[in-house]
């Protein structure tokens, strides 16, 4: 049977929000969590300071090591904090 994991975000202030409802005070206002930025391909290239077909070049690469990126319908995108690490790993690599 295969197994399935499952991640849950509960907010630090749970048992506060819980007892407001069953209280029926004001429940405090959850504090969503900080998103990692995402960039677009002009994001990335102004960031690093690379051309476009720089860009594109280290994008075709593929298997481990290769450039973190995922796409969004036909763009490519990229978050801010995986693509940042992987540029200070070539640098240490060199």
Same mark, same amino acid.
């Given at each position: 049977?295969?197994?399935i994991?499952?991640?849950?975000?509960?907010?630090?202030?749970?048992?506060?929000?819980?007892k407001?409802?069953?209280?029926?005070?004001a429940?405090?206002?959850?504090?969503?969590?900080?998103?990692?930025?995402i960039?677009?391909?002009?994001?990335l290239?102004t960031? !690093? =300071?690379?051309?476009?077909?720089k860009?594109?070049?280290?994008?075709m690469? *593929?298997?481990?090591?290769s450039?973190? $990126? !995922? =796409?969004?319908?036909?763009d490519?995108?990229?978050r801010k904090?995986?693509v *940042?690490?992987?540029?200070?790993?070539? $640098?240490?690599?060199?």
């Amino acid at each position: 049977m295969p197994e399935i994991t499952l991640k849950i975000d509960i907010p630090e202030n749970l048992e506060a929000i819980l007892k407001a409802i069953l209280g029926g005070q004001a429940a405090p206002a959850i504090q969503a969590p900080i998103e990692d930025e995402i960039w677009g391909i002009d994001d990335l290239c102004t960031a !690093f =300071k690379m051309k476009k077909s720089k860009a594109y070049s280290l994008t075709m690469q *593929t298997g481990p090591g290769s450039m973190p $990126r !995922f =796409k969004l319908g036909r763009d490519l995108r990229f978050r801010k904090s995986e693509v *940042t690490a992987w540029f200070d790993q070539q $640098r240490v690599a060199e």
